[in-house]
C-alpha cells in the first residue's frame, strides 16, 4: 500500500501545492522548488553509483518514490497553471 500511497500522496500534494502557488502569484518559489528537485534527483543518481548494496538500494527508493512523483506534480501543476493563465487572458471571438 505504501509502494502506491506515497508517490501518490506526493504527486498530488506537488500539484495542489504549485497550483495555489501559480494562483497567488510565487511562480519563482515554484521554479525553485523544481531547482531542487532536479538537484536532488542528481544527487541521488550519484550517490546510488558510488555506493554499493542495501545503501544504493536504499537511495533510489528515496529518489523514486518521493522525489520524482514531486518534481513530475510540480511539472503538472506548472503546466496546467500557465495554460489556465493564457487561457484567462484570452480575447473572447467576436460574432
Do not use: E, N
Amino acid at each position: 500500500m505504501i509502494v502506491y500511497g506515497l508517490p501518490l500522496l506526493c504527486y498530488v500534494g506537488a500539484l495542489i501545492g504549485t497550483l495555489a502557488a501559480l494562483r497567488f502569484g510565487l511562480a519563482r518559489l515554484v521554479w525553485g522548488g523544481l531547482a531542487v528537485c532536479v538537484l536532488l534527483l542528481g544527487w541521488a543518481i550519484h550517490a546510488g553509483q558510488a555506493h554499493q548494496g542495501w545503501d544504493a538500494i536504499g537511495v533510489s527508493i528515496l529518489a523514486v518514490l518521493t522525489v520524482l512523483p514531486v518534481f513530475l506534480g510540480g511539472v503538472t501543476g506548472l503546466l496546467t497553471g500557465v495554460y489556465r493563465s493564457r487561457k484567462d487572458r484570452q480575447k473572447p471571438p467576436h460574432d
